[in-house]
């Protein structure tokens, strides 16, 4: 008998799939059918109405089909390169430009039918497309569905090595063609009616080959609303699983509290306040706490959390705090334990690279409860970590981790109730954001930036402008302070014309700041050569930091005072946020150059205009999420973050909403989701789950 072709079905079943072309869907994690048809296509070419390169205008977005007559390249002034390639037709000719994008040049021969796609510029009288999207036309083969890839929205997908467009195209016709309308009904049938959804087989059939932009809103409209809802029902079901359970039960702070707020150096923010007393309202509630405390970089998050482990300490528990990495993680046990000290509690730091030896010491302290605070990475919550009297796990940078993490961090304890789950993120999260991400917790925002800052301002600087970027960095190095200069990449690639960490650490070592002392920090260096250098530069005998985005989050230097971020362009705006947050963090000015390297698309130039013009993080996030999607923004799509696929948590922030009260509708309706189409629910609910490999799985 034959087997039943359905969404679980393995793409090799489908034609023309054979092991080398399966190895490449695997590497777009194709795996079935329904993951082949879960590959949106990112743009469409709307080869339904081309425009004729005579009637095109500037400032317009055009589509042109016209022949390639000519590919040339050169090199640019500031020794990148230039690749241009004109097309031509009945009415004119059209010049398509690219920077530093010389594997372009194998991609276009004379005399091919090529089809480009982007806004119209004029440059020394002439009619170009910058960076434009492209498809070279092969002519259809008879097996191909007729005007499968002309005269119509055609769709664009992501690709990789060994997969091709037209072919991929084509096998996701065939796959539609025979699931056919066999796409069940996954939401309950009043709202479908109420919402105006279409069916999902509809949907399928009209994001991948819409017939025109209104089939195409619908179906987007349905698979949005779909992703929102579902992921809106698990969080909901998560929440009213946190509110059932039993957690440790608290009273008022004591005197340890009350010393360390009273003998600080400075008052408390009213927002820092404000929260501490949210915290505590939870954990003295008898139900356990899962709150996410969000706040922009300098807002003072780390003191908020060292107070809420005082809690819990004074009382006879133990807490941890978890970190992304071990240079944050080191950093939090040294600031913890400042402040632990005069108080008599004690801190003790884990990480992957902790000798093995140290390892057994502090593992055999913490499960005879002779430690307070545990901080590290996530080696804290390995298998071999007992910490029996454990009542408060604080996690920071949540979106580095997977929510199984998060949800592990709160079972090391040997207490009867559950011990508390505060989170914390430095990326600004706007509210309809963290409804998708974080619609498990309650939430807490540190709006306010404590007094005797600096504060820091941010230049855009060209190429030529480089020398007078280092003049203002030898500046502050006369005066004492500090400089990061921050890099994309640590090594050159070719194809890639960026300058590289490695390169430029020596170049500025030897001829911009031979009188002082540089050092390099990326990545791939042992963690205890990264602890070395941080530690170095904390204590001001490095003066020049050449970093990678290994200082991203939570290195904190008072007496740095500026920073050059090369190929600014290369980095999302939350990120170039972070980084920009590792200077101005003491009391004197601090200046952040964006030195960008050769051309910059109109675009590129005003995300980063945007960026150098606005400090206020969640400004930032909002402009990062509608520019760049939230996948890019986040980081979120390769850390298989839920309902990301076609939902924009900005500009489909409507829908959320609307998801967010039909889930909860249902949920009164339904609690166990024991009915006839909750039990449906429910099953789409697993699906989601298991399609994100546990990290909605707390």
Not at 174 to 183: F, T, V
Not at 277 to 284: C, T
Not at 377 to 394: E, F, G, K, N, W
Request: glycine share 10%; with cysteine; charged share 25%.
């Amino acid at each position: 008998m034959k087997p039943e072709f359905n969404l679980k079905t393995p793409v090799q079943f489908l034609k023309s799939v054979g092991p080398a072309r399966a190895r490449g869907l695997s590497r777009l994690s194709i795996e079935t059918v329904g993951d082949l048809l879960a590959h949106y296509p990112r743009r469409y070419f709307d080869r339904s109405s081309t425009t004729l390169v005579g009637r095109i205008a500037v400032g317009q977005e055009v589509t042109v089909l016209g022949e390639v007559l000519t590919i040339g390249q050169r090199q640019t002034r500031r020794g990148g390169s230039q690749q241009t390639v004109t097309l031509g037709d009945n009415t004119g000719v059209l010049f398509c430009i690219w920077f530093n994008q010389r594997f372009l040049m194998k991609q276009f021969r004379a005399g091919q039918k090529v089809m480009v796609s982007g806004v119209v510029q004029r440059h020394n009288g002439r009619m170009q497309l910058v960076h434009p999207d492209f498809e070279v036309l092969v002519p259809e083969k008879k097996d191909d569905e007729p005007g499968l890839h002309t005269g119509r929205m055609v769709p664009v997908y992501g690709l990789t090595a060994g997969i091709g467009q037209h072919w991929l195209r084509a096998l996701v016709f065939q796959a539609l063609e025979k699931l056919g309308d066999g796409s069940k009904e996954t939401l309950p049938a009043d709202l479908v009616r109420a919402r105006a959804l279409c069916h999902p087989a509809k949907a399928l059939r009209e994001i991948h080959f819409p017939a025109d932009r209104q089939s195409l809103e619908a179906s987007l409209r349905r698979l949005k609303y779909e992703e929102g809802f579902f992921l809106q029902l698990l969080m909901a079901l998560r929440r009213g699983d946190n509110s059932a359970l039993a957690g440790v039960q608290l009273v008022k702070p004591g005197d340890m509290t009350r010393n360390l707020v009273d003998n600080l150096p400075f008052t408390l923010t009213k927002a820092q306040r404000r929260v501490l007393a949210e915290i505590l309202a939870d954990m003295r509630s008898g139900r356990v706490m899962h709150r996410l405390v969000q706040g922009d970089v300098g807002c003072g998050k780390t003191l908020v959390a060292f107070i809420a482990c005082l809690f819990v300490i004074e009382q006879g528990y133990q807490a941890v705090m978890m970190a992304p990495t071990e240079v944050l993680a080191r950093q939090h046990g040294q600031t913890l334990s400042g402040w632990a000290l005069p108080l008599n509690v004690t801190v003790e730091t884990l990480t992957g690279s902790t000798p093995a030896a140290e390892k057994r010491r502090i593992l055999a302290s913490v499960a005879h409860e002779e430690v307070d605070l545990l901080v590290g990475t996530h080696a804290v919550i390995q298998d071999t970590v007992r910490i029996p009297r454990l009542a408060l796990s604080v996690i920071d940078e949540q979106h580095r981790f997977g929510v199984r993490q998060r949800g592990k961090s709160a079972s090391g304890s040997e207490v009867v109730d559950h011990s508390h789950v505060l989170v914390m993120s430095a990326t600004p999260i706007p509210r309809s954001l963290a409804l998708t991400l974080y619609g498990d917790l309650d939430l807490s925002l540190i709006d306010e930036i404590p007094a005797g800052r600096g504060g820091t301002v941010t230049e855009v600087a060209k190429a030529a402008d480089e020398g007078t970027v280092w003049q203002g960095c030898r500046r502050e190095l006369q005066a004492g302070r500090q400089v990061f200069v921050v890099h994309p990449v640590i090594e050159e690639t070719e194809g890639l014309d960026l300058k590289a960490a490695t390169v430029e650490y020596e170049r500025l070592g030897r001829e911009i700041f031979p009188e002082w002392k540089v050092a390099l920090l990326h990545g791939r260096l042992k963690s205890t050569e990264k602890q070395n250098i941080m530690d170095r530069f904390a204590a001001g005998e490095v003066q020049v930091l050449v970093a990678t985005t290994v200082i991203e989050v939570g290195v904190d230097v008072p007496n740095a005072t500026a920073m050059v971020i090369q190929n600014p362009e290369r980095f999302g705006l939350a990120q170039l946020h972070q980084l920009r947050g590792r200077i101005g963090r003491g009391v004197h000015p601090a200046t952040c150059w964006l030195l960008c390297d050769g051309f910059l698309a109109e675009e590129s130039y005003q995300r980063i205009r945007f960026f150098a013009d606005n400090h206020d993080g969640f400004a930032l996030a909002e402009q990062d999420l509608r520019t760049r999607g939230p996948g890019e923004a986040w980081g979120t799509r390769q850390h298989g973050a839920p309902g990301f696929r076609l939902l924009n948590p900005v500009t489909d922030a409507d829908l959320i909403r609307l998801c967010h009260q039909d889930s909860r509708r249902i949920l009164e309706n339904d609690p166990g989701l024991k009915s006839r189409s909750g039990k449906l629910l429910s099953a789409s609910v697993e699906v989601l789950q298991g399609r994100h490999k546990g990290e909605l799985s707390g």
